[in-house]
């Protein structure tokens, strides 16, 4: 069984479409978290929750909004996606900040 | 605010040796947590170690161990034995605070170790 699993792996679309990105974890995690990945490999926070309450809210543009509609659950829906939104995005969970992160392993998205 | 620093964006190492890789973090925090993630090319983020800034002891993971310098807020990474399935890249990463806190991590550097 996979510990935090990302659908879909790849994602290819165009300019302006609207599309989610589906996270689930099954460790039992009460915190999870969004990451983007640039293309110079730079991963940074997009967002956290805790037991579906949002936590941490970086600078990220309103087209970006994540829903949890449990704890083991963490989905990011990007609304008219634009060319710089390419890029990959991490799902991850943590219990407590101790141990680390688990993370899923990523979804490439492209818009073109 | 907290920083982390890698200055190596790329290094590699023959089969068999050993190397050492550079990470660098800035905070006033007293009790926090680093970590060295792996990032081999099929994208999956591995935590290869951890250590516990309030432990003076170095952390080890097999091949894989610290020298955590807390005064000098440095924390290096040293393979040793190095085979080819270490190529990846490899980031160093900062985390305080409670449930929630967030993984800081460096910009990477990238590890290729040659047959």
């Known amino acids: 069984d996979t510990a935090v699993s990302q659908t879909p792996k790849y994602l290819v679309t165009q300019m302006g479409n609207d599309k989610s990105i589906k996270c689930e974890q099954n460790?039992?995690?009460?915190?999870m978290y969004w990451y983007k990945q640039d293309s110079k490999k730079f991963l940074k926070i997009m967002f956290s929750?805790?037991?579906?309450?949002?936590?941490i809210n970086e600078t990220v543009p309103n087209r970006f909004s994540p829903k949890s509609p449990d704890k083991a659950h963490l989905n990011l829906h990007i609304n008219s996606l634009e060319l710089g939104d390419s890029a990959v995005y991490f799902c991850?969970?943590?219990?407590?900040?101790?141990?680390?992160?688990?993370f899923g392993s990523g979804t490439r998205l492209t818009v073109v | 605010a907290q920083t982390v620093t890698q200055s190596q964006p790329e290094m590699s190492v023959q089969e068999a040796e050993t190397v050492t890789l550079s990470c660098t973090y800035d905070?006033?925090?007293?009790?926090?947590?680093l970590f060295w993630y792996k990032q081999p090319p099929s994208r999956q983020m591995i935590l290869v170690i951890r250590?516990?800034?309030?432990?003076?002891q170095n952390a080890t993971e097999n091949r894989f161990s610290v020298n955590f310098q807390k005064a000098a807020k440095s924390f290096s990474l040293k393979i040793s034995d190095s085979q080819l399935g270490d190529t990846a890249m490899y980031f160093c990463?900062?985390?305080?605070?409670?449930?929630?806190?967030?993984?800081?991590f460096g910009q990477g550097t990238e590890l290729s170790v040659k047959p």
């Open positions: 929750y805790n037991n579906k309450e949002l936590i």
């Open positions: 250590q516990e800034a309030y432990k003076q």
């Open positions: 991850a969970s943590s219990h407590g900040v101790s141990y680390g992160y688990t």
């Open positions: 905070t006033s925090e007293n009790n926090y947590y």
């Open positions: 460790l039992g995690h009460d915190t």
């Open positions: 990463a900062f985390i305080y605070g409670n449930q929630g806190g967030k993984l800081i």
